[in-house]
């Protein structure tokens, strides 16, 4: 069992910037690949972006593709979603999400992915 808490989430004007963490409740973190997804008001859970376990792979929306940035530090049982050049419609709960296996065919498929943080708010004013 992996237990997920996200952090970092708040409101911030567009154009800013927010760094969201999930840190993992055990040091196996790096047996896990990770996944950020969000969901605004109304609409379903949408991929944002993944990470290999090794850090090597990084896959992204095209929604964020270069505003957006995966990381992970093994060592600290902690991801993270740099989110840059943030839009109003970049607005929703963020979760991050681990997975033990994994195929570049099913990163956006949120029933892949084992473990679930709770969320986390961002809000994004214009």
């Known amino acids: 069992q992996v237990q997920l808490v996200e952090s970092g989430g708040g409101l911030v004007q567009a154009g800013g910037s927010l760094r969201l963490s999930c840190t993992a409740s055990?040091?196996?973190?790096?047996?896990?690949?990770m996944g950020w997804f969000r969901q605004a008001p109304g609409k379903e859970r949408e991929f944002v972006a993944a990470?290999?376990?090794?850090?090597?792979?990084?896959y992204y929306a095209d929604s964020v593709k270069g505003r957006f940035t995966i990381s992970r530090d093994n060592a600290k049982n902690t991801g993270y979603l740099q989110m840059n050049s943030l839009k109003p419609e970049d607005t929703a709960v963020y979760s991050c999400?681990?997975?033990?296996?994994?195929?570049?065919?099913?990163?956006?498929?949120?029933?892949?992915?084992?473990?679930w943080g709770q969320g986390t708010q961002v809000f994004v004013s214009s």
């Open positions: 055990r040091r196996t973190f790096n047996n896990y690949h």
């Open positions: 999400a681990a997975r033990r296996l994994f195929t570049t065919a099913t990163i956006h498929d949120i029933t892949k992915y084992d473990y």
């Open positions: 990470i290999t376990w090794s850090g090597g792979s990084t």
